[in-house]
């Protein structure tokens, strides 16, 4: 692989890392949990002793949350560490806003407990797709 090559790579993948804060805030969760291979995991940071498998369980997690309920997934520090052309390993951090819709209000009311920090680690593979996640590890940083 040539570094032109691997810079696709990177840039495809860290993409996909910003994509999926988007869309997690705009609550597009069948989007979301297509960018999960089909026996992909996710591991909440805040749930890290329950790992969630699959894209159809990752899906109904995803649809289970409040539907008042509002995030805001400020991410930085996207690095990616390409093993191979199909293999590749990715790091982030970010910061995650929450709050609650309240009526017709249009701007939610923000939590008095303070954000979320956190990292994700992520094991992404290429298939015919696309770079999927195979694994996405939530690691709280701080707490409240």
């Known amino acids: 692989m040539n570094s032109e090559q691997r810079r696709a790579i990177e840039w495809d993948i860290s993409c ?4 999926y804060a988007n869309l997690n805030d705009e609550k597009r ?10 026996e992909g995991q996710m591991i909440r940071p805040v749930a890290p002793d329950q790992p969630i498998i699959g894209r159809a369980a990752i ?3 995803f649809r289970a949350r409040p ?3 509002m995030t805001r997934h400020i991410c930085s ?3 990616v560490t390409v093993e191979t052309a199909t293999t590749a390993m990715a790091f982030s ?3 995650i806003y929450g709050g609650m819709r309240v009526g017709d209000e249009p701007v ?3 939590d008095s407990k303070p954000p979320v920090i956190c990292a994700f680690h992520d094991r992404l593979v290429y298939t015919q797709d696309g770079w999927c996640f195979a694994l996405r590890k939530g690691v ?3 707490r409240a």
């Open 16 to 19: 996909l890392i910003y994509k």
């Open 29 to 38: 969760w069948e989007d979301i949990a297509a960018m999960y291979c089909e």
């Open 59 to 61: 899906l109904a997690s």
């Open 67 to 69: 539907a008042e309920r």
């Open 77 to 79: 520090n996207v690095v």
């Open 93 to 95: 951090n970010y910061l």
């Open 108 to 110: 939610p009311v923000l």
């Open 140 to 142: 709280t940083l701080f």
